[in-house]
Each structure stands twice: as C-alpha cells, then as structure tokens.
C-alpha cells in the first residue's frame, strides 16, 4: 500500500502562485516506480485529470486548461511529487487529488486532496 498527503493548498488572488506537495509514505521503495497525477475536482463537477508524470520524471502530460501555467515533478529520493501553479485562475478553483499508478495500472492510490481557492 501507498498513502499520499497533499499540502500546499490555500486562498489566493488570481494571477498568483502556489505549489502543491504530495508526500508518499507505506511502500516507498516503490514510489520510483509509480506514475505519479494530479487531478481537481470543481463543486458540482466531476473530478477531472490535470497533470501526471512517469516514473523518471522525463515524461509529463497536461490538460489543455492547464497547460503552459502548471508544472509537475517529482523528487524519487523524496517519495514526493509537486505541482507548481502559476497565473492561477479562478476556473481553477477545486480540491486537488494527488494520485499514484502501478506499472501498467491505473491511478489506484489517492490522497485525500487539498483546497486551492482563486478569488477574482
């Protein structure tokens, strides 16, 4: 088993900044191994995915509504992946979910998300 921790969630002003954490603990020598994303879920709306990243951290995907303004990595020796948010909107209102995939799996280990609030 893996658990997953967000932090770094918060109210801020669009146009602003933050960085989301997600620390993994339980099997963490299998962390190196995981694909590592990030997905929002907006009131009212189903949860959606933002961003992920392989196992080696060279292989990174977005969605289109994030792309160019939010960054994922990860740091293996840290059992910690991070999503930096930039030029914040306030479409970009949501709890955000860290996620974990297997190899050859799908996002099977979740956290249990973090409040990010934009204000206009």
């Known amino acids: 088993q893996v658990q997953l921790v967000e932090s770094g969630g918060g109210l801020v002003q669009a146009g602003a900044s933050l960085r989301l954490t997600c620390a993994a603990s339980g099997r963490t020598f299998f962390f190196r191994l995981l694909k590592m994303g990030w997905f929002r879920q907006a009131p009212g709306k189903e949860r959606e995915f933002a961003a992920a990243i392989g196992w080696s951290g060279d292989s990174t995907n977005y969605a289109d509504s994030v792309k160019g303004r939010f960054a994922i990595s990860r740091d293996n020796a840290k059992n910690t992946v991070y999503l930096q948010m930039n030029s914040l909107k306030p479409e970009d209102t949501a709890v955000y979910y860290c996620?974990?995939?297997?190899?050859?799996?799908?996002?099977?280990?979740w956290g249990q998300g973090t409040q990010v609030t934009v204000s206009s």
């Open positions: 996620a974990a995939a297997g190899p050859g799996a799908d996002f099977e280990y």
